[in-house]
């Protein structure tokens, strides 16, 4: 008999069989939602790279049926939550599997500015008017639209590489040898060279202090310097920092899609955390003044109500 596994932001469903040693899980990916095809392609690409991923040992594209190896049921996010101190350890694989990753070569689309911007129309047209229910004016329509632009420039000056695009602690998967596990990766895209590390530490459902978060990036710049993938004087934590503006924005737009469109409110209460983020970041640079001030003024206020807590 088989029983569901877990459930996930996405279409697909995942099964095992009730009792069985198999070393499977059976994922259900209708192929009108879900790009099974990359999924397959990925996933062989990151296992030549020597990265530990599900590998495709049987499907049928037409379906959207695939049977899976089974990385088990450790998930990073309940691991550190349970145990913080696990959390040095655990990351410093995951940063290694990063750079390792992002030498990974494969056929996905290149993460260009038309997608930036696509992404986050997402908190303009999903999160302020539908979700929160804000009529936006004129003038705060032209602040964002200029923020938006910001922050897709910051992007587009980073060294490109490949994304797998959400790398965090809900699709990491605690191994007993060659970790992490690498789940969720048929997204994957040619993007900036700080996408997946925020992701890592500016995590949707885990917060680090930002102390840490900085000791973070100046590690990894190092490895990116050591690896000629970055000269002395890049930027990389306001790239970091910007590039998290951008996905947190992608991010308030898609939960409250999740919630809107697909009947998953519990992702409302993940939506503090990003606008946080958002708040944050804004004090850091001069150029998202006026939308900080705008998120703590008008924003923030609205996440009050008991459904964005936990």
């Known amino acids: 008999m088989l029983k569901p596994v877990s459930d996930d932001a996405s279409f697909r469903r995942y099964f095992r ?15 009108e939602h879900e ?23 049987a499907a049928d594209v037409t379906l ?15 691991e550190i939550t349970a145990k913080p101190s696990s959390v040095p350890a655990l990351y410093q694989d995951a940063v290694a599997a990063l750079v390792t990753m992002q030498r990974v070569s494969c056929d996905i689309p290149v993460y ?42 910051s992007a587009l000056a980073q060294p490109q590489g490949f994304v797998h695009r959400d790398y965090h602690c809900r699709n ?11 789940l969720d990766f048929q997204d994957a895209v040619v993007g900036p060279v700080t996408y997946d590390l925020v992701s890592l530490y500016k ?17 990894f710049q190092r490895l990116l310097l050591d690896a000629g993938r970055i000269n002395e004087d890049a930027p990389l934590l306001e790239w970091f920092d910007l590039m998290g503006a951008q996905r947190h924005l992608k991010c308030a737009g898609i939960f409250s899609r999740l919630h809107l469109r697909d009947g998953k409110p519990g992702y ?32 923030l206020p609205q996440l009050e109500k008991p459904e964005y807590r936990r």
């Not at 392609?41 to 590998?55: E, F, M, Q, T």
């Not at 500015?113 to 329509?141: C, I, N, Y």
């Not at 944050?280 to 900080?292: D, H, I, N, Q, S």
């Open 17 to 31: 069989f009730a009792g069985s040693d198999l070393p499977y899980v059976y994922v259900d990916a209708p192929p």
């Open 35 to 57: 790009d099974n095809e990359s999924f397959i392609r990925i996933s062989a690409a990151l296992a030549d790279a020597g990265l530990n991923c599900p590998i495709v040992h």
């Open 64 to 78: 959207g049926y695939m049977k899976i190896s089974d990385l088990g049921d450790r998930l990073y996010l309940d």
């Open 112 to 153: 260009g500015r038309e997608k930036l911007q696509q992404e986050m129309d997402l908190f303009h047209e999903w999160f302020l008017p539908r979700q929160l229910g804000l009529a936006v004016s004129a003038a705060e329509t032209q602040m964002l639209q200029s923020v938006y632009g910001y922050l897709i420039d």
């Open 172 to 182: 990491l998967m605690v191994m007993a040898e060659n970790g992490p596990g690498i």
């Open 203 to 219: 995590d949707c459902y885990y917060r680090f202090p930002r102390a840490d978060v900085v000791t973070a990036v100046v590690r």
């Open 268 to 299: 409302l209460a993940d939506i503090p955390l990003v606008i946080a983020y958002l708040v944050e970041v804004a004090g850091f640079y001069p150029r998202l003044e006026t939308f900080g001030s705008w998120l703590h003024d008008v924003v």
